[in-house]
């Protein structure tokens, strides 16, 4: 059996929803990565910022990203699976959910890694990587 912790990316990190997004955008450089888990101050996850957000809800918007913190962008559900499930619920985690980024928690609810539709694409056939893309960016359901 495949699982999360299989595929997924280790050595992530939680941004502290009081972070401002300058210093998250930094993050995101030295980490080489697209997204970050928030986190609130008992390190529960809150939300997930995305370079896209910082993009669009804070720039694009007139914003000065140095006042504006990761907490104030995160929306919705937080979304994560834990580090032993098998490759099947973390497509469907990711496809009902259409995200295209997914933590992944170990036990006690820490964060231990990252999967992304790049992680997906090194792990799974070509068939399971195409029913994914078709339904999470089409909407198409199974």
């Not at 210093?23 to 986190?39: K, N, T």
């Amino acid at each position: 059996m495949t699982t999360a912790a299989d595929i997924m990316h280790p050595g992530a990190q939680w941004l502290p929803a009081t972070e401002t997004l300058d210093r998250a955008a930094q993050l995101m450089r030295e980490m080489d990565v697209g997204a970050l888990p928030v986190s609130d101050s008992n390190e529960r996850m809150c939300g997930i910022l995305t370079d896209r957000d910082i993009v669009l809800k804070c720039v694009a918007a007139g914003h000065d990203p140095s006042r504006v913190t990761a907490g104030e962008l995160c929306e919705g559900t937080p979304r994560w699976i834990p580090s032993d499930a098998d490759v099947s619920d973390v497509l469907d985690e990711m496809e009902g959910h259409r995200i295209r980024r997914l933590p992944v928690v170990d036990g006690d609810k820490r964060l231990v890694g990252m999967i992304s539709e790049a992680d997906l694409a090194r792990h799974l056939s070509e068939e399971q990587i195409a029913g994914f893309v078709e339904r999470v960016y089409a909407g198409v359901s199974r």
